[in-house]
């Protein structure tokens, strides 16, 4: 596999053997010559919009304030100590989204979202750990990076965000644009912007087992058939009427345990959870759409491409597209999987695909999951 000078010269292969989940790696000059995508004032503006997740964290006079956007305005940027989030900006910027999609050797069901940290001088979230690993890059001005592979990751009560109780660094960097930095997840951080500076951090998907187990009940709530109602025709008298019988208990737990779990339904509640839209995202449908056959003719000559907004997974015969789910022949899912793969189809696969995959594509289109290229 192709070495990467994104991750310093290493291929995927060996990242993920030496580094994955195991140590940090500062990657110098990872984008050479970087420069950020948006501006200072294009950041502000998208931070107010109602769509787009932001935060605005203060650290004046000693106390720690964090209020959720849409941020209407922004302290002065002469004022030291205040930091700006904007998540999911890969959602709303071409150039973000063209960012993230070079970290696709990661699979897109673990791959997140890009966020932009703009930070005045002194600016930072406080030291703190992560629960999912994270690529930092350095994106205007300096950041210095405090970094510790602790195991005391208590936090201290009463704040609006988890800082760390004991941070114990063990190493020390200063990032300059271009340089990137990867942590594995618990591993304990501190940035703090040296002037004002932009770093963007692109995050990976890393649901607790708890959210994954609740949400797979209720979607396998719909799918489970167990026939037949209780009864107890040996019923005998009983001289404690409260008590909830060891046969009672003995016959539902015998029913209750024919509910099974098949890898398929595994994969069809996954795909859909994993490719669900956030509760932030929505759709923009074309202003005027064309009609089935004119989309099909444009799209035979120019090709489509999916919305930066839409993921699109699959596994084995089951295509998942923004939380639905569907299956698809063996000709079908080829042309849908590279689709998903590729995040667009050129002209000649849209004239070879079938009826079926063709009407598929128009009605994502007039949804505005995709779009003509």
Known sequence: MKKLTLLGGLTPAQFFRDYWHKKPLLIRQAIPGFTPLLSRQ??????????????????????????????????????????????????????????????RFIPDARLDDLMISYASDGGGVGPHFDSYDVFLLQAH???RWRIGAQNDLAIIDGLPLKILRDFQPEQEFVLEPGDMLYLPPHYAHDGVALGECMTYSIGFRA?????????????????????????????????HPAEISRAMLARVSEELIKVQFTEDDMALFLGGYLSEPKACVTFTPPARPLSAEKFIQAAVKRGIMLSRKTQMLYRGKHIFING???????????????????????????????IDVQEALHLWYQDGWLSLA
């Open 42 to 103: 294009e950041l502000f503006a998208l931070a107010q919009q109602h769509d787009v997740e932001s935060r605005l964290l203060t650290h004046f006079d000693g106390q720690y304030k964090l209020e959720n956007g849409p941020i209407a305005a922004v302290p002065d940027i002469r004022r030291k100590n205040w930091t700006l989030l904007v998540q999911s900006v890969n959602l709303h910027h071409a150039a973000a989204d063209a960012l993230l999609r070079q970290f």
């Open 141 to 143: 001005g300096q950041r």
């Open 207 to 239: 649901p607790a087992y708890q959210e994954l187990g609740e949400a797979f009940l209720q979607f396998m709530a719909d799918s489970i058939d167990l026939p037949g109602r209780y009864a107890d025709p040996d019923l005998k008298p009983t001289a």
């Open 324 to 354: 639905e789910s569907f299956s698809a022949a063996r000709t079908d899912k080829a042309t849908l999987d590279l689709l998903a793969d590729n995040r667009a189809l050129d002209g000649k696969d849209v004239a070879t695909a079938s």
